[in-house]
């Protein structure tokens, strides 16, 4: 597979989790888009993590408004600086035409960058939101399912829907979202063979209308690319990949998965597409 992905053949594909303002891509923007659509990509969402980056992807989002929406959340890394007035500034900016979805939001005790009370607080805030908003919301979670789970489930059932992006956690956890009829979001972790292998038997146990594929660019590049990119940073014209990885992963073609994937997330986050395929 070439860095642009040989699968351009593959009906259109959506990632539902990318970066966008991160300093990695500062000097190449148009041209990451104008790789996106050669690849096959028809619509991307913006990932917001801060005051800063919810406001980026939200205005960058209006510059492509047929081809981009954006999220507003607090990252759990942040928790520890959103303050009240901080939060009352995020919740106004989910009110922008074009942000779809709340957070990214969640709890990560993986690298403990933010204080696990705080971090508690910051997610109730957002499902809260949610709720009201009647927006999907984009969850992280990384080491701290025994706190995740009971905090997402008293909400759930006022959520519009609710996925938890870049699933990487164990079989336990994933029936535990899906018994909360939770969407699961898989990256390239899935194409990584040195830490992605407990994920290929747990793939074909989600339901095609629970399943969304996303980047998480810049990170997360698939390590089944050929040749590899010059700068080992990821992008969405990359996604490709992963539907092929996740695709061998489920026993289905990559064909069908895209089709499966894109309807899902034109649901999920209410896009402006119709593109003829089936729910």
Excluded at 18 to 25: G, L, Q
Excluded at 51 to 62: D, H, I, K, R, T
Excluded at 117 to 122: D, E, F, G, I, S
């Amino acid at each position: 597979m070439d860095e642009l992905s040989a699968n351009c053949n593959v009906p259109a594909i959506i990632d539902i989790g990318c970066n966008f303002a991160h300093e990695s891509f500062q000097y190449d923007r148009s041209e990451l888009i104008a790789r996106a659509k050669a690849a096959g990509i028809q619509f991307c969402i913006g990932t917001g993590s801060s005051l800063e980056s919810n406001a980026w992807v939200a205005q960058f989002a209006l510059t492509e408004p047929t081809f981009l929406r954006a999220t507003a959340g607090i990252h759990p890394h942040h928790a520890d600086s959103a303050t009240p007035a901080v939060l009352t500034q995020v919740r106004s900016q989910l009110e922008h035409a074009m942000v779809c979805a709340v957070g990214e939001t969640g709890l990560d005790y993986h690298r403990q960058l933010a204080s696990p009370r705080a971090q508690r607080t910051v997610l109730e805030a957002h499902l809260q939101w949610a709720c009201e908003l009647k927006k999907p919301i984009f969850l992280h979670q990384r080491d701290a399912h025994k706190d995740f789970l009971p905090i997402v489930r008293a909400f759930r059932d006022d959520l519009p829907a609710a996925v938890v992006h870049c699933f990487t956690d164990n079989e336990k956890a994933l029936f535990d979202y899906l018994d909360l009829d939770l969407h699961i979001g898989i990256t390239g972790w899935i194409a990584d063979e040195r830490r992605g292998r407990h994920l290929i038997p747990l793939m074909p146990s989600i339901p095609a209308n629970r399943l969304m594929i996303e980047t998480d660019s810049p990170y997360l590049l698939p390590r089944t690319l050929r040749p590899k990119p010059k700068k080992h940073r990821n992008e969405p014209a990359f996604l490709p990949a992963v539907l092929e990885a996740l695709a061998n992963a489920r026993s289905v073609s990559p064909h069908l998965l895209a089709q499966t994937t894109t309807q899902t997330a034109i649901n999920f986050f209410s896009l402006p597409l119709d593109l003829g395929i089936a729910d």
